[in-house]
Nanobody, 123 residues
Framework: QVQLVESGGGLVQPGGSLRLSCAASGRTFSIYYLGWFRQAPGKKREFVAA???????YYPNSVKGRFTISRDNAENTVYLQMDSLKPEDTAVYYCASKGGSTYSSRESEYDYWGQGTQVTVSS
């Protein structure tokens, strides 16, 4: 089992920045990818970013150039730096972990999930 706990959500104005953190515990040796997903009200959960054990990062076009994912393997923590935030970035953000070395942006491929943290972008 892997436990994931997110933190860092909150209210921010459009154009502002926010940094999310996700701390992993338990069988962390089984984690290869750590990822972030988000779900806005009335919408399906969508992929935001993922990073491999070797620090290869992946983003969809909707956040590329604005969001940066990073990880500290020694601390078993993954971060999501979000800049130039837009109202459409408002959602609950979830951290997720995946074993195996094959990259995926599909939520069904991720084994463990955090409880989520709310990000609201509004003036």
């Amino acid at each position: 089992q892997v436990q994931l706990v997110e933190s860092g959500g909150g209210l921010v104005q459009p154009g502002g920045s926010l940094r999310l953190s996700c701390a992993a515990s338990g069988r962390t040796f089984s984690i290869y990818y750590l990822g972030w997903f988000r779900q806005a009200p009335g919408k399906k959960r969508e992929f935001v970013a993922a990073i491999s054990w070797r620090n290869s990062a992946y983003y969809p076009n909707s956040v590329k150039g604005r969001f940066t994912i990073s990880r500290d393997n020694a601390e078993n923590t993954v971060y999501l730096q979000m800049d130039s935030l837009k109202p459409e970035d408002t959602a609950v953000y979830y951290c997720a972990s995946k074993g195996g070395s094959t990259y995926s942006s599909r939520e069904s491929e991720y084994d463990y999930w955090g409880q989520g943290t709310q990000v609201t972008v509004s003036s």
